[in-house]
Structure formats: structure tokens, C-alpha cells
């Protein structure tokens, strides 16, 4: 062979190298992530989850892809909305923002992995068949804030000795008001306490209930862990200052944009613990080998600002025990 030929030969092969490495590349895989909130509303979760997925190898737009589906607080859209992450075949779903999101996508597809991150008992909910042992194609995370309803129940009238008649305000169409309904009023039975149960299912009816609290004259309120509530949190918390009423929530969410008090699981740390799970499931893990993770960290978080504001003196107690008091 002339050397003019080999020459012109090995600038082939040389180009060719670089083509069959990129041909023989895996493809991107995609997670899928169906919310029953919008995109604003989910915002920190988001931020949070990636922040799991990275702990396992995966970075969004680097080695992973992520279709998001909001709902924007319409449950009737959820259905559909799983089952265009099924037709586009993403290698895992992860649903958020309660039970329904989850048995939306288990009733679309029974193969695809699925992820929940849930406040409520995921096998009363239908979801898997125990925490353990998953089974079947279902797994996640599970803060039981719906669990603690009446510890936090007892930590408000901690803050509020004076406060004799409570308001409890529920989402009608939620996932978790059986078990507000269950735990909280025996616990009120146990205190002393008079309590009237206002709904809310949309801005306008929150509106409402705040109108109600006001007219009737209710010393405290106490809001049940909802997604709904999570998303309409600066409406609730801005109506509860208007209206001088202390006022308890489940989540950090609350106490960090005004809230009195918060009582409850971590949910930035479970939505972390999702995206650890996800990046396990695209290595090849199974859901039914996963158990669901159960969230150990329990903050209680005082807003001393609003407390002011509202003529409030903390005591000792709660400062001394609070994971964060907020000046």
C-alpha cells in the first residue's frame, strides 16, 4: 500500500471512532413527573428532588431527562395526564402532591415504575401492599404529617392556653381528612377544647372559611396537611394575619413566610429521598425490592415575629424544644 493510501485510509478510521462511540451511547433515560399543583406551587419540591437525583449520579439535561405534567389543582386532568407519560415511555414516573397523582398512575400503567411521596399511610391508601414490601410496580416516601395531627394539636394549645375554641380547617376533596377528622377530635375531647371543622376546596372558599373564623370569633385555628393548602400558603397565611388569629400548620413552608407555628416531617428531606429512589430505580432497582422510606426528622418551627405581632409570649418550653424560632 502507498503511503499516500494509508494515510488517507487511517484519516477515515480516525473519523469513523468518534461516530460509533456516540451510536453505541445509551439513550438519555427520562423520568417522568406528574404533580397535581403547578409548576410555581411545586417549585422548591423540584429543586429538592434534583437535589436527590444528583446524589445518585443523575443531573437534569446532563445524563437524564425530566418531562414535567402540572395539573394545576384540577384532579379530573390526572388521568390523562399519566397516561402521557406512559405513551411517551418514560423509564419512571414520580407523582407528588398526594394520593391522587399516585392512583392516577397506577391505574395507567402496571409496569412502569412509580414513585408517591405522601403524608398519609400509603397502604390504607391502596398503594402498596405494606411499607416493608412494596410489591408490585409502587414505592416512595412517607411523611406522616396527617399522623401528627394531634401532637400538633397539643403544641398550639401549648402556645395558646387561653384559646378554648379552634377552628380546623379541612380540604373536603383531600386525601388526608379522614385522618384529621380521626386524630384531631379526640384529642380536643382530651384538652378541653371546642372545635368547629371548616372546609376549603379552592382560593375563594379558603376566602371564606377565614370569613366564618372571623364572624364566629374562634380563638386559634388549626390547618390540616393538605397539597392544596402547601400551594395556597401565602393566601392562608396572609389571611390568618388580617384576620389576628394564630394559627398552625403542618409544614415549614407556613412558619417561613409568616406562620405562626409548624409541627411536622421534613418534606424537603422526603422529596430529596424521592429523587435518591429515582436515580435507583434508572441503575435497575425494582420498586417491590424498595421500601417505602419513612421520614424520622420532626421539625417544630416558631415564628417569634408573628407571635409578637399577635400578643403572644412563647414559653420557655416551646423555645427551649423548637428546631428553629424565627426572628
Do not use: C
Not at 385522618?179 to 379526640?186: G, H, M, Q
Not at 379552592?202 to 371564606?208: F, P, Q, V, W
Not at 435518591?276 to 435497575?284: N, P
Request: charged fraction near 20%; proline fraction near 5%.
Amino acid at each position: 500500500m502507498r503511503r499516500r493510501e494509508f494515510i488517507s485510509l487511517l484519516g477515515g478510521t480516525a473519523v469513523a471512532w468518534p461516530l460509533a462511540a456516540r451510536a453505541q451511547q445509551p439513550p438519555t433515560p427520562v423520568i417522568g413527573l406528574l404533580d397535581l399543583r403547578s409548576a410555581e406551587a411545586f417549585a422548591e419540591g423540584v429543586r429538592a428532588f434534583r437535589l436527590g437525583l444528583k446524589d445518585a449520579g443523575f443531573v437534569e439535561r446532563e445524563n437524564v431527562a425530566i418531562e414535567y405534567r402540572w395539573a394545576d389543582d384540577q384532579i379530573d386532568r390526572l388521568p390523562e395526564l399519566a397516561a402521557e407519560l406512559v405513551r411517551r415511555q418514560v423509564a419512571v414516573i414520580v407523582t407528588t402532591g398526594g394520593s391522587a397523582p399516585a392512583l392516577a398512575a397506577k391505574a395507567a400503567t402496571t409496569t412502569i415504575p412509580i414513585l408517591f411521596n405522601l403524608a398519609e399511610d400509603p397502604v390504607r391508601a391502596g398503594l402498596v401492599a405494606s411499607l416493608a414490601r412494596p410489591g408490585g410496580n409502587l414505592t416512595g416516601t412517607n411523611f406522616f404529617s396527617a399522623e401528627l395531627a394531634a401532637k400538633r394539636l397539643e403544641l398550639l394549645h401549648e402556645l395558646v392556653p387561653a384559646a378554648a375554641r379552634v377552628a380546623v380547617l379541612v380540604n373536603p376533596t383531600g386525601s388526608t381528612v379522614e385522618t384529621t377528622l380521626r386524630d384531631v377530635e379526640p384529642a380536643a375531647r382530651a384538652m378541653g377544647l371546642q372545635i368547629q371543622f371548616l372546609n376549603a376546596s379552592t382560593s375563594r372558599e379558603i376566602d371564606g372559611a377565614f370569613e366564618t373564623l372571623g364572624r364566629e370569633r374562634r380563638d386559634a385555628l388549626f390547618v390540616a396537611i393538605d397539597p392544596f393548602f402547601v400551594s395556597r400558603r401565602v393566601q392562608m397565611v396572609q389571611m390568618a394575619a388580617r384576620h389576628m388569629v394564630p394559627a398552625t400548620y403542618a409544614l415549614r413552608e407556613f412558619a417561613e413566610i409568616g406562620g405562626l407555628m409548624s409541627y411536622g416531617s421534613s418534606i424537603t428531606d422526603a422529596r430529596r429521598q424521592l429523587g435518591v429512589y429515582a436515580g435507583r430505580i434508572l441503575k435497575g432497582a425494582k420498586p417491590a425490592d424498595l421500601p417505602v422510606v419513612q421520614s424520622s426528622k420532626l421539625e417544630l418551627v416558631i415564628n417569634h415575629q408573628t407571635a409578637r405581632m399577635l400578643g403572644l409570649t412563647i414559653p420557655a418550653t416551646l423555645l427551649s424544644t423548637a428546631d428553629e424560632v424565627i426572628e
